[in-house]
């Protein structure tokens, strides 16, 4: 990848797409596309994917929107990828704001920025009818965020057995993710038999039940291990009637993260020791939980030799167009499925914005020219 040059054809259709770049950019950002709820922006896609002389590309069982190039009976596939979905639950179109230097939008970074220069250089393989020696697959993947669990990305893994190496393209070019972070999400529920706040006074409240509960976890010691990271969080919590009813049920979210297996396996067991002694405690309320997320770590068995050269070399890469340092991080990302099955992968940013999973989500308009370039040589260097 480090001695690899753009050839001078794709390297015209760059340097002159800044209108196209914008162009597309803006017709996809207003799309809303919620995790298990992408169907508008794969009907999109698709039909660019068809228009660019892929007749060949087709959205799956999980709304993913699949483009192989020469992958029939390929022995080796390398998988490129950026997901459709965004984190916010809008279903009508929306707002998107052009301030000259900036462009705003919902999700415009994270991941639609990302998403159209991979669909570009796409574009530009077909237009100049570039032949890859190995099965080449693109990919518009569904469900990264949040409770779309991976749900794309782990279809492509079970679709394409001969995947060698993935890279997804997320995020900032200052930044690759090549360490995994694992996580467990849950939603827990309970139930009491509640009543009159006054009349009834005494009986089991679901409400004390679940902070009791949610105080005992924020007690849990977090395992401390070199060089890794461990969290938790609770992000929801809901319940009751009124102010004078013993509330009869309360919900509440949970999750817990890590980058590192074993520090996964440990928080795991203290929710479930927290879990079973609250229940312990309390054994006329009813307890349901219900694990609605659930992203693995990365194997320790992956080849450590192949993925430390993809790192090193998306690194050059971003540095090489950008001019600013890039460096390695951890994170939850498409990379957690293939990094998990042993195959190694990493997630390339490609544009310079802020406000990532806020409505103030921005992406500086000039940064795009360098992400397409960074996308392109990435992608091209492994024809």
């Known amino acids: 990848m480090?001695?690899?040059?753009?050839?001078?054809?794709?390297?015209?259709?760059?340097?002159?797409?800044?209108?196209?770049?914008?162009?597309?950019?803006k017709e996809l950002a207003v799309i809303p596309a919620p995790s298990k709820n992408e169907n508008k922006r794969a009907e999109f896609c698709l039909e660019k994917f068809k228009d660019f002389g892929y007749k060949n590309a087709y959205v799956d069982s999980v709304m993913n929107v699949v483009c192989p190039i020469n992958c029939e009976n390929a022995e080796d596939i390398v998988v490129f990828c950026a997901h459709t979905d965004i984190v916010f639950p809008d279903t009508t179109p929306l707002p998107l704001f052009d301030?000259?230097?900036?462009?705003?939008?919902?999700?415009?970074?994270?991941?639609?920025?990302?998403?159209?220069?991979?669909m570009l250089t796409a574009k530009y393989i077909a237009k100049c009818k570039l032949t890859p020696s190995r099965g080449i697959l693109i990919v518009a993947n569904s469900g990264e965020e949040g409770l779309g669990n991976l749900v794309g990305?782990?279809?492509?893994?079970?679709?394409?057995?001969?995947?060698s190496k993935v890279f997804t393209f997320d995020g900032q070019y200052n930044a690759v993710v090549n360490r995994c972070v694992g996580s467990h999400r849950y939603e827990i529920s309970i139930k009491t038999e509640g009543g009159h706040s006054f009349s009834n006074f005494g009986k089991l409240n679901s409400l004390s039940v679940m902070s009791e509960l949610i105080y005992s976890l924020y007690k849990c010691n977090v395992p401390k291990k070199e060089n890794c990271k461990t969290t938790y969080n609770v992000g929801t919590a809901e319940g009751g009637t009124s102010v004078n009813t013993i509330a009869q049920s309360a919900t509440f979210t949970y999750e817990y993260r890590s980058d590192d297996t074993e520090c996964?396996?440990?928080?795991?067991?203290?929710?479930?020791?927290?879990?079973?002694?609250?229940?312990t405690t309390y054994p006329e309320a009813e307890i349901e939980v219900k694990l609605i997320g659930d992203r693995p770590c990365g194997s320790e068995n992956v080849d450590s030799e192949v993925l430390k050269k993809m790192t090193e070399d998306v690194i050059f890469v971003s540095e090489k167009y950008s001019g600013i340092p890039c460096s390695a991080t951890s994170g939850s990302t498409d990379c957690n499925i293939p990094m998990s099955m042993e195959i190694p992968a990493v997630c390339v940013g490609s544009f310079i914005g802020s406000g990532a999973h806020t409505r103030e989500e921005k992406v500086l308009k000039s940064s795009l020219i360098i992400g397409l370039k960074i996308t392109a040589h990435v992608i091209l260097s492994n024809f």
Request: proline share 3%.
């Open 2 to 25: 480090k001695n690899f040059q753009l050839p001078s054809q794709i390297l015209s259709f760059i340097n002159t797409s800044e209108n196209e770049i914008l162009s597309l950019l």
């Open 99 to 118: 301030d000259g230097k900036h462009l705003h939008c919902p999700g415009i970074g994270d991941d639609t920025a990302c998403l159209v220069l991979l």
């Open 153 to 163: 990305i782990k279809q492509i893994m079970r679709d394409y057995k001969n995947v």
């Open 264 to 279: 996964l396996l440990i928080m795991k067991n203290s929710f479930e020791s927290a879990l079973q002694n609250i229940k």
